[in-house]
């Protein structure tokens, strides 16, 4: 199983200002991969914070990917945090100088702007085909940018850099009882199945209570396996339950 | 200032299966009654990972909030795994065992139900106005369920057993001009100004390119004071602006 992590750089969701987007989209992403985001951290802009993050992430993960911080403001400051915790100078990388002298024009390639080409030395760019700015890349650490559209665009191209793992695959089925009517034999199905987990989540949603179980694994017959005990069970406790989702 | 972190678990939100809504509320919530969230970490399903989590933020900040896993199934960890967090006995807690066996009767009071009423050993319980199974406090850490409504209705039970601090006021600026046309000015009003942080967002939207400014203070003359310089230097530079959102 290949493994990754997301350090989210950004006071504005701290704050509760910006409701962040990004996680579910890498989360879903990085699945579809076959690659597990097995943690989120979302921290203040603070570049001690920044390097304890990345520092505690990067041994222990495959892939630690960050978003935000990359802009040309003051309180943009995840590229010399990150060569901070790879205890590497920030340089200007050429090639993100030469795209952005392109882009602006030499004379409006303002001091703000030239802090956009400044990487930790010997990082490889992240192309940016949205607004040229590029994000960049060291040893297991992906930098890119927060804004959403931006983000997307630069996890696009990085397919090609990443080991990817086994898909998996998920199936979700709502049934009409509360969660803690179906405890018992989630359990015992859990319990009995190697390779499959049973998520189970309880919803409360006008006036109606009832569990969205999702059935996860690399491999489709296990679930197809879980979901007939699952109705079955259901067909005899006279729970009512949704049709079956797609397998996806 | 007072300060929070949080931490969310939920192999649901790591899937990209679910998108993640506590933060945002939780976030805002706080910034209201002047505590500072600081840090966010989503984690998954294990019960290392819940102890890793809680046992590294418990002393570094004020308070540790926690979303997810208290229910009743068996991917419902979070009391065990506090309880271990604290090197602390997981035993039945009395209220809680009452008000549930009050709430589905003595008969209906099954095993899997019964997981709801342990808590660490000395836990205060945190009401559940929606569905009764209780949430719990022990020492500086808040365990709250995952469902966003019961989560909010326990959170707001809580006001009174948390110290407040200052509420931070914030106000917010749309420029139609580039962030980094905004750069160098942004730094120098934040440089020669204490008590005061400005974030910095670009955004594309329709085509438009442009940059929102979040000014953000516990002095609302303060945040006055940085909003005329930003829309002065505007006028001078003759970019567009949106009207002033009020401070709140």
Redesign the interface.
Known sequence: MVSASLVIIG???????????N?????????EAGI?????????DIEA?IVAAVNTLRPRFDYVFTTGGI??????ITAESVAAAFNLPLTTHPEAHRLLTEY?GAEDF????Q??SKTPEGAQLIDNS??IAPGFQIENVFVMAG?P??MEAMLETLRPRLKTGKK?W?Q?LTIHAP??K???K??EI??GMEGV????????RDGNIGTQI?V?SADKALIADATTQLVDYCAVQQYRHDGLAEIN
């Open positions: 006071d504005e969701i701290l704050s509760g200002r910006t409701q962040d987007k996680t579910a989209y890498i989360a879903a992403w990085l699945n597990q985001l097995a943690e989120v951290r979302v921290v203040q914070n802009g040309p403001t003051h309180d943009d602006y303002t001091e703000a702007r802090r956009m949205v607004s804004v559209k931006i998996i998920s979700a969660e803690s179906m405890a018992g989630l359990g859990q319990g987990s049973l998520g189970s989540y309880p919803f409360f999702v996860r």
